[in-house]
């Protein structure tokens, strides 16, 4: 005799996935509040002076571009994160939103090329594009 499944046996497959969901969510509401905490608090020295020194060593990093891929990609993501420890909220608003940009970028470019994207792909293509704007625009508010 066949019997129908019960609505929880319909259900059951997608339990991990969301499970999965949620567990990524948390992650990144506790790494976001974490940034948000340690970005309230002033960092020693000029904000535009250390924001832009950074970006200054940043640039340096990425213009060389001597590293292999996978060592290029995590150099993006360690720059990425390193940019953003660099800002607080003395940091000039226009830099701040220039840097975040850029930072973004950065780990947007290295995550996918680790994921096995090549930069041949358009969409890594318009990533890098981004970025290169990007990085322009905090370039010129570091001038």
């Known amino acids: 005799m066949f019997t129908a499944p019960t609505i ?6 997608f339990a991990i996935p969301i499970a999965a969901i949620a567990l990524a969510i948390s992650v990144w509401a506790m790494v976001r509040a974490s940034a948000d905490d340690a970005n309230a608090v002033a960092l020693p020295g000029d904000p535009k002076a250390r924001v832009c020194n950074a ?26 994160d390193y940019l953003l420890r660099q800002l607080d909220a003395n940091t ?8 975040r ?3 973004r970028d950065l780990q947007d470019v290295g995550m996918n090329a680790l994921a096995g994207v090549p930069y041949s792909d358009p969409r890594q293509a318009a990533r890098q594009a981004e970025g290169d704007f990007d990085r322009k625009q905090v370039a010129d508010l570091c001038k």
């Not at 929880?8 to 497959?13: I, V």
């Not at 970006?55 to 360690?78: I, K, Y």
């Not at 000039?92 to 840097?99: F, H, K, N, S, T």
């Open 8 to 13: 929880w046996q319909r259900l059951a497959p």
């Open 55 to 80: 970006f200054e060593m940043v640039a340096t990093m990425q213009a060389r571009n001597a590293l292999p891929a996978p060592d290029a990609s995590l150099a993006m993501l360690g720059a990425g």
């Open 92 to 99: 000039p608003v226009r830099l701040a939103d220039a840097i």
């Open 101 to 103: 940009s850029f930072a």
